[in-house]
């Protein structure tokens, strides 16, 4: 069974660093993009960006681009988001999901699968 | 980049058929596929249709999704509503920068 399992909620103060995991299993790991998406409380999907454990190639949103690393260790099955200053507005859950990309006659796709459980990142005072 | 409209709700009635649809801002709808998630309350998203119409396998073919060329923009449709359809439906595409561009949502009632 493909899984993706999200490390635990967390609980942080405006300016720490944080890095958050996404451990994948039953599939090659390496040869599947894996990303995260932003869910503020209450509001709608935002996508982070994605990474290729493979070769480690990294996409990100302009929105959270310098905002945020995504990374992977293919050695641990692992993808990591993290935050080097965390600010009170980066209270949300924040889901992991696989990526399929692909394209055919010159359209081409990129859409998620498999989806974490979430992790809940509070940033208070 | 371009934007993906829906309509913030819909509500119907259990048995009957409800259409959620996303509009493309700009560009051709048709130019990338369109993806749809449902999201429970209280539980991360699932993958209801992908590249515009297949179905993953576990989801029921009461779920259908298309294109309209005419209007710009992609439909999920379910039919045979039931209270279980309950949740948060949100349309997904792949822009030509390589950026994955989301619908704001749509909150389905059954009732």
Same mark, same amino acid.
């Given at each position: 069974e493909v899984q993706l399992v999200q490390s635990g909620a967390e609980v942080?103060?405006?300016?720490e660093s944080l890095k958050i995991s996404c451990k994948g299993s039953g599939y090659s790991f390496s040869n599947s993009w894996i990303g995260w998406v932003r869910q503020m409380p209450g509001k709608g999907l935002e996508w982070m960006g994605i990474v290729y454990p493979g070769d480690s190639d990294t996409r990100y949103s302009p929105?959270?681009?310098?905002?945020?690393?995504?990374?992977?260790?293919k050695?641990?099955?692992?993808?990591?988001?993290?935050?080097?200053?965390?600010?009170a507005s980066d209270t949300a859950m924040y889901h992991c999901a696989r990526g399929v990309y692909g394209g055919n006659s010159g359209k081409y796709y990129y859409y998620m699968d498999v989806w974490g459980k979430g992790t809940t990142v509070t940033v208070s005072s | 980049n371009f934007m993906l409209t829906q309509p913030h709700s819909v509500s119907e009635s259990p048995g009957k058929t409800v259409t959620i649809s996303c509009t493309r801002s700009s560009g051709s709808i048709a130019s990338n596929y369109v993806h749809w998630y449902q999201q429970r309350p209280?539980?991360?998203?699932?993958?209801?249709? &992908?590249?515009?119409n297949q179905r993953p396998s576990g989801v029921?073919?009461? %779920?259908? @999704?298309s294109i309209d060329s005419s209007s710009n923009s992609a439909s999920l449709t379910i039919s045979?509503?039931?209270?279980?359809?309950?949740?948060? &439906?949100?349309?997904?595409?792949?822009?030509?920068?390589?950026?994955?561009? %989301?619908? @704001?949502?749509?909150?389905l009632s059954v009732l």
């Open positions: 942080k103060k405006p300016g929105s959270f681009q310098g905002q945020v690393t995504i990374s992977a260790d050695s641990i099955s692992t993808a990591y988001l993290q935050w080097s200053s965390l600010k | 209280g539980s991360s998203p699932t993958t209801v249709i &992908y590249e515009d029921p073919d009461r %779920f259908s @999704g045979g509503l039931k209270t279980e359809d309950e949740a948060d &439906y949100y349309c997904q595409s792949f822009d030509s920068n390589n950026v994955v561009v %989301f619908g @704001g949502g749509t909150k």
